[in-house]
């Protein structure tokens, strides 16, 4: 049965266009109300180190006040001769067909680079948190596994308030903790997916137990400190990750290889894309200053919302994409980068489309 509401309505293409041509328009307009916001800065007396000198070849003070961007590309410029091991070394466990030795090896590199980044007791907390989780939930079923990962869930919330017990006692700074505080959040998601995919194979195990456990702790702790989403997602369900790890090993092509680096080339565009468009519009400084936004008029304020949600789409293109990429070298499907948010007209699509990893976990955990 087809309705009118059904059918496909073809607009002329001179029509398009003229819609084309206004909302780009009304776009660049409230852009340039934001980027006129920034007298606002000019003699501003930073307290808080939202801004520090920008490139010297522009001349202007860079917004940095974004929390997530500061820390996030320091973070994978340090894991770029970590990652490097990583791929170099599992390239020769994986001609060799030894999925044991491969899991051990991907734990050892992760503890390594977390030890070099955040220290020994960060590094063992991280360790810790999935080992425990496992002992916990082995061979327990549904309910109890659920009442298990949400107690350790308020945990996270608690280890998670900056300058709490939790950062004094470890004497990590701000950067540190979140990082730490980051990684416990995606091991905790791993943590459920792996319990939801194993239910059952823990419950009917009738083999040699204390090789089954040994096994598939392994395999679980390989799973959560995996390096390329170790700390910056996306999330991958462990059903594919250890797809990769058992399936057979597959040459580097020449083809994949080029791929890898246009993506790569890529990615560092948009974060120097981002860096640079920081240096002229002040978004994220400005959602701090209320009394400031208060007074903006509505172009500008349009203007807002659209810069801050496109700086929020690019962190996780960058992100996604790059981490996307590297995963592909060890044969792990993990999800794409996000869909341009102003493409999705409807709220209901936006995890389905921006972050198809946590959807495919929500449907799986659902259903």
Same mark, same amino acid.
């Given at each position: 049965?087809?309705?009118?509401?059904?059918?496909?309505?073809?607009?002329?293409?001179?029509?398009?266009?003229?819609?084309?041509?206004?909302?780009?328009?009304?776009?660049?307009?409230?852009?340039?109300?934001?980027?006129?916001?920034?007298?606002?800065?000019?003699?501003?007396?930073?307290?808080?180190?939202?801004?520090?000198?920008?490139?010297?070849?522009?001349?202007?003070?860079?917004?940095?006040?974004?929390?997530?961007?500061?820390?996030?590309?320091?973070?994978? !410029?340090?894991? &770029?001769?970590? @990652? $490097? /091991?990583?791929?170099?070394?599992?390239?020769? *466990?994986?001609?060799? #067909?030894?999925?044991?030795?491969?899991?051990?090896?991907?734990?050892?590199?992760?503890?390594?680079?977390?030890?070099?980044?955040?220290?020994?007791?960060?590094?063992?907390?991280?360790?810790?948190?999935?080992?425990?989780?496992?002992?916990?939930?082995?061979?327990?079923?549904?309910?109890? !596994?659920?009442? &298990?990962?949400? @107690? $350790? /869930?308020?945990?996270?919330?608690?280890?998670? *308030?900056?300058?709490? #017990?939790?950062?004094?006692?470890?004497?990590?700074?701000?950067?540190?903790?979140?990082?730490?505080?980051?990684?416990?959040?995606?091991?905790?998601?791993?943590?459920?997916?792996?319990?939801?995919?194993?239910?059952?194979?823990?419950?009917?195990?009738?083999?040699?137990?204390?090789?089954?456990?040994?096994?598939?702790?392994?395999?679980? /702790?390989?799973?959560?400190?995996?390096?390329?989403?170790?700390?910056?997602?996306?999330?991958?369900?462990?059903?594919?990750?250890?797809?990769?790890?058992?399936?057979?090993?597959?040459?580097?092509?020449?083809?994949?290889?080029?791929?890898?680096?246009?993506?790569?080339?890529?990615?560092?565009?948009?974060?120097?894309?981002?860096?640079?468009?920081?240096?002229?519009?002040?978004?994220?400084?400005?959602?701090?200053?209320?009394?400031?936004?208060?007074?903006?008029?509505?172009?500008?304020?349009?203007?807002?919302?659209?810069?801050?949600?496109?700086?929020?789409?690019?962190?996780?293109?960058?992100?996604?994409?790059?981490?996307?990429?590297?995963?592909?070298?060890?044969?792990?499907?993990?999800?794409?980068?996000?869909?341009?948010?102003?493409?999705?007209?409807?709220?209901?699509?936006?995890?389905?489309?921006?972050?198809?990893?946590?959807?495919?976990?929500?449907?799986?955990?659902?259903?």
């Amino acid at each position: 049965m087809t309705s009118a509401t059904d059918r496909i309505i073809k607009l002329y293409k001179y029509e398009s266009f003229l819609y084309f041509l206004l909302w780009t328009g009304a776009v660049l307009y409230s852009i340039y109300k934001v980027f006129l916001i920034n007298s606002y800065f000019t003699n501003y007396d930073d307290l808080y180190g939202d801004f520090a000198p920008g490139w010297t070849w522009i001349g202007r003070k860079q917004d940095v006040s974004d929390e997530e961007w500061r820390i996030w590309v320091p973070l994978m !410029i340090k894991l &770029i001769p970590w @990652l $490097f /091991l990583h791929h170099f070394i599992s390239h020769f *466990i994986k001609i060799i #067909s030894n999925s044991m030795l491969l899991c051990c090896w991907y734990i050892l590199i992760s503890l390594l680079f977390l030890y070099y980044c955040i220290g020994t007791f960060s590094m063992l907390c991280a360790l810790m948190h999935p080992s425990i989780l496992y002992i916990l939930t082995y061979k327990r079923g549904k309910s109890i !596994i659920w009442m &298990i990962n949400i @107690l $350790f /869930l308020f945990i996270i919330h608690f280890l998670k *308030i900056p300058g709490g #017990s939790f950062q004094n006692t470890l004497k990590l700074n701000d950067e540190e903790h979140y990082i730490l505080t980051h990684i416990l959040c995606w091991v905790q998601l791993r943590s459920i997916s792996y319990s939801m995919d194993n239910i059952k194979s823990h419950l009917e195990n009738k083999c040699d137990y204390i090789l089954f456990f040994v096994q598939n702790l392994l395999y679980k /702790l390989a799973y959560c400190l995996y390096l390329p989403t170790l700390s910056l997602g996306p999330l991958v369900l462990y059903q594919e990750f250890i797809n990769s790890v058992k399936g057979s090993f597959q040459f580097l092509r020449p083809a994949n290889l080029g791929n890898f680096l246009f993506n790569v080339i890529r990615y560092i565009f948009w974060i120097l894309f981002a860096n640079l468009f920081l240096h002229f519009l002040y978004f994220s400084a400005i959602q701090y200053h209320l009394e400031v936004i208060k007074d903006l008029n509505p172009w500008a304020l349009y203007g807002l919302g659209y810069c801050m949600g496109q700086f929020f789409l690019i962190k996780y293109v960058v992100v996604y994409g790059l981490n996307h990429t590297l995963c592909a070298i060890d044969n792990v499907k993990a999800p794409p980068q996000p869909k341009c948010v102003a493409r999705i007209h409807l709220y209901s699509d936006m995890w389905k489309y921006f972050d198809q990893g946590l959807y495919k976990f929500l449907i799986r955990i659902k259903y």
